[in-house]
């Protein structure tokens, strides 16, 4: 398990709370504000590959943390805090093989938007 150095933290000054049900994919902030109230990294961390269109790249990695006896599981969208994360507690990473795509289901599928405009 990695431990965060509290100094990485001390320019973090939000609070953003994330929870599967409401939101697909956490951000970075998401997670240090997890990592500032005392959820453990445990690693290595999964990155998945994603092609959205087919030629723009988006990372997500697949955080697993640990407080206490309660785990979650945090998929981070690629960022800046997340590359400087990995980069500052020297965590290992490792690439899934397996190329996806984003999925239209990440969104209401179209038929639900307009009955409900419609409605």
């Known amino acids: 398990m990695a431990t965060t150095n509290p ?3 001390e320019d973090v000054d939000f609070y953003r709370h994330w ?6 994919f956490a951000g970075g902030d998401c997670l240090a504000t997890a990592l500032m109230l005392g959820w453990v990294l445990k690693v290595p961390i ?10 723009r790249q988006v990372n997500v990695y697949h955080c697993d943390l640990v407080r ?3 785990r979650m599981h945090m998929p981070v969208l690629g960022n800046p805090y997340m590359d400087r994360l990995i980069q500052q507690m020297q965590l290992p990473v490792i690439v ?14 179209v038929q639900t938007v307009r009955e409900s405009v419609s409605a």
């Open 96 to 109: 899934s093989e397996e190329p996806k795509q984003f999925l239209l289901q990440a969104v209401a599928p």
């Open 7 to 9: 100094l990485f933290l």
């Open 46 to 55: 999964v990155m998945d590959v994603y092609w959205c269109m087919g030629s």
């Open 68 to 70: 206490d006896e309660e």
């Open 19 to 24: 929870h599967p049900k409401s939101e697909r």
